[in-house]
């Protein structure tokens, strides 16, 4: 830190303006990613652990690389790191030193970069295609409970508890290679502003922020999504507003909300639809998205332009959207 701001490893040379904005330019959408979790567990992976997809970083980094790998060959345009669960406080709380804990922080942004770079090596693979980027997750406080309450914000914690939680790995991933940090998954007003300051306190490096919802107008802790998006309004550096881990069934009436109050570029990256069980950590329903490439194609068309699938999705999801999207 200099001056009070953070500074990251990154160069402002090495980062470029804006890096969602050729991708708007050439194809009108930005695909995203699907759930990391929903694919680890598919391929035999137990995450019924406080550290969900995490543990894996710890346990079979090599997996992950796979994952991001074949995000990529079924279309998306931007993957999303193995950080999203994983903090500094659990890593330690798990026997970990800190070095060893931040250390496991830069590797899940490493495995994407370099499932990006073989991806990309592949000259077949450059065909209609512009280079993808890789995002930074920086999941909310509810992620690290591990108690469903990404999903409430019922938090109990001061702002500038808050704070702290999120500023040593927010140090860490913002100093990363990663072309975009995703500040996902966010309940509340309080830690949306939380992490707004954090943005604002760093040099060279842009965000999206995307929030759950409790229904079609609200944040999950109640905040008018329109109220949300209009404090985030004049920061430059978040460079695209939205929603994700949300059911599909409240997408649309919350792109109308968004597109109503932000001159950004609008972020829906639902979940399946299905119900949280945060006791018994599992997924309960059925997909309220049964065609998610039609549904892709719907939330394009209501304002949506960065798009792709969150928990219970997958790539052929996300082949889907793209299909539907991109000619």
């Not at 695909?31 to 970083?57: F, H, K, Q, Y």
């Not at 690389?65 to 279309?75: E, I, S």
């Not at 997750?137 to 690290?144: C, E, M, N, Q, T």
């Not at 309940?187 to 229904?215: H, I, K, M, N, Y």
Request: proline fraction near 5%.
């Amino acid at each position: 830190m200099a001056d009070g701001r953070l500074t990251p490893r990154v160069t402002a040379e090495s980062r470029v303006a804006d890096p969602i904005g050729p991708f708007l330019r050439q194809q009108g959408v930005l695909l995203l990613d699907g759930g990391l979790a929903t694919e680890l567990e598919a391929r035999g992976c137990d995450l019924n652990d406080p550290l969900w997809s995490a543990r894996v970083l710890m346990e079979d980094p090599d997996l992950i690389q796979q994952v991001h790998g074949d995000y990529l060959r079924a279309g998306a345009d931007c993957i999303v790191s193995a950080s999203y669960q994983a903090t500094m406080q659990r890593f330690q709380e798990r026997g970990l030193g800190a070095a060893e804990a931040r250390r496991l922080l830069e590797r899940s942004v490493e495995l994407a970069v370099e499932a990006r770079d073989a991806f990309w090596s592949e000259p077949g693979n450059r065909v209609g295609r512009l280079r993808p980027l890789v995002a930074a997750s920086v999941g909310p406080y509810g992620a690290y409970l591990a108690d469903g309450s990404e999903y409430t914000g019922h938090y109990g914690l001061s702002a500038a508890a808050l704070r702290a939680f999120h500023q040593d790995r927010w140090e860490i991933l913002a100093g990363s290679d990663a072309d975009i940090l995703a500040c996902e998954t966010i309940p509340s007003r309080e830690e949306g502003q939380v992490l707004l300051a954090l943005l604002r306190e760093t040099l060279d490096a842009f965000a999206w922020f995307s929030f759950t919802c409790r229904d079609g107008e609200r944040l999950s802790d109640g905040t008018p999504l329109a109220e949300m998006l209009a404090e985030l309004e004049d920061e430059a550096r978040i460079i695209a507003v939205g929603i994700n881990c949300t059911s599909p069934v409240l997408v649309p009436d919350l792109i109308a909300a968004a597109v109503g109050v932000t001159a950004k570029p609008v972020v829906a990256y639902p979940n399946s639809g299905e119900t949280y069980d945060a006791a018994a950590r599992r997924w309960l329903g059925e997909t309220s998205a049964p065609d998610f490439g039609r549904s892709g194609e719907q939330w394009h068309a209501s304002g949506a332009r960065l798009i792709g699938g969150c928990c219970r999705t997958g790539p052929r999801h996300i082949r889907a959207i793209r299909e539907r999207l991109v000619r």
